[in-house]
Nanobody, 116 residues
């Protein structure tokens, strides 16, 4: 089964930046309807951060203006550039994709920790 593979997490100080990347484990998995990112803070439920659906980007209010999601079709990779990071952005970030047919694909998650 196709999984999504994330990279780019880490530890950063408040105000800093990180860029997450996500690609499918199977490079033949292309043209999903939606690709995006959820995050799960400690002790909280998983919530959507940003996604691209039919080539249009959407953001949660919590990250709007600070995060940018983009897609490189040639590399079959989706990126999440995170600027002006805040301690509240700490959590595990999960990449996902909704294919044309079949169930949602998830990644294993990458930890982002923002220190104050």
């Amino acid at each position: 089964q196709v999984e999504m593979i994330e990279s780019g997490g880490g530890l950063v100080q408040a105000g800093g930046s990180l860029r997450l990347a996500c690609s499918p484990s199977d490079r033949t998995f292309t043209n999903p309807i939606t690709v995006g990112w959820f995050r799960q803070a400690p002790g909280k439920e998983r919530v959507v951060v940003a996604h691209i659906t039919y080539n249009k980007a959407y953001y949660s209010d919590a990250v709007k203006g600070r995060f940018t999601i983009s897609k490189d079709n040639a590399e079959n990779t989706v990126y999440l550039k995170m600027n002006s990071l805040e301690p509240e952005d700490t959590g595990v970030y999960y990449c996902y994709a909704d294919p044309q047919v079949g169930p949602r694909r998830w990644g294993q998650g990458t930890q982002v920790t923002v220190s104050s």
